[in-house]
């Protein structure tokens, strides 16, 4: 069964500090990672992605991962915080081979950046 | 513009009314969800249609039903509200259920915010 921690329910930077945003997941196959971004009042919007092939990928607005195999995990990075990325962000996994399954989300990390 | 569409975006009920939350897709996807969203708790599944025809329970489904119409069109329906169905409701689909169907992620709707009083 797939499983997704998020460390830390809030993280709190200053504006041009480095942002780090922490997703471990067990996957018992290889498998699909993706980090959501939630600004207030709205939906999910997809941040980025890991399917196969680069393990380290970039998505909107700055932010890349990196997927690392022997660490079950897919941090989420942005070098310089902005104002504008104050957000919950969700780390999510699915596994690519089998015949039932679904995404399967982290519990969010609110991410606040101060001036 | 293509995506998720969710209707309404704001309900108050009163405890024992019933109502519906629509959902339609306009990007040719085989699966849908909905997701109850809850401080603390992050998104939990509380139906899912893998594919047209087809609706299966997920990990809260108690006091909810689901249809789905057709292809685009994924409801789900409160038939007697309680105060612990207040929630932000979020519609999702993909293009499948399971392996490369996923790969694209979810795309969501913007969320139905639903007081129950």
């Known amino acids: 069964a797939q499983s997704v921690t998020q460390l830390g329910s809030h993280v709190s930077v200053s504006e041009g500090a480095l942002v780090l945003l922490r997703c471990n997941y067990s996957s018992s196959v290889p498998p699909y990672l993706f980090w959501y971004v939630q600004y207030p009042n709205q939906g999910l919007q997809l941040l980025l992605k890991y399917t196969t092939g680069a393990t380290l990928v970039k998505g909107i607005n700055g932010f890349e991962a990196e997927f690392k195999k022997s660490e079950t995990s897919f941090h989420l990075t942005k070098p310089s915080a902005h104002m504008s990325d104050a957000a919950e962000y969700f780390c999510?996994?699915?596994?690519?081979?089998?015949?039932?399954?679904?995404?399967?989300f982290g519990k969010g990390t609110m991410l606040l950046v101060s001036p | 513009n293509a995506g998720v569409t969710q209707t309404p975006k704001f309900q108050v009920l009163k405890t024992g009314q019933s109502m519906t939350l629509q959902c339609a897709q306009d990007m040719n996807h085989n699966s849908m969800y909905w997701y109850r969203q809850d401080p603390g708790m992050g998104l939990r599944l509380i139906y899912y249609?893998?594919?047209?025809?087809?609706?299966d329970k997920g990990e809260v489904p108690n006091g909810y039903n689901v249809s789905r119409l057709n292809k685009r069109e994924f409801s789900l329906r409160l038939e007697s509200a309680a105060p612990s169905q207040t929630s932000v409701y979020f519609c999702?689909?993909?293009?499948?259920?399971?392996?490369?169907?996923?790969?694209?992620?979810?795309?969501f709707g913007s969320g139905t915010r639903l007081t129950v009083v």
């Open positions: 999510a996994v699915s596994e690519t081979n089998s015949g039932y399954s679904t995404l399967t």
């Open positions: 999702a689909s993909s293009e499948g259920f399971h392996g490369t169907g996923l790969s694209g992620g979810y795309t």
């Open positions: 249609s893998a594919s047209e025809g087809t609706t």
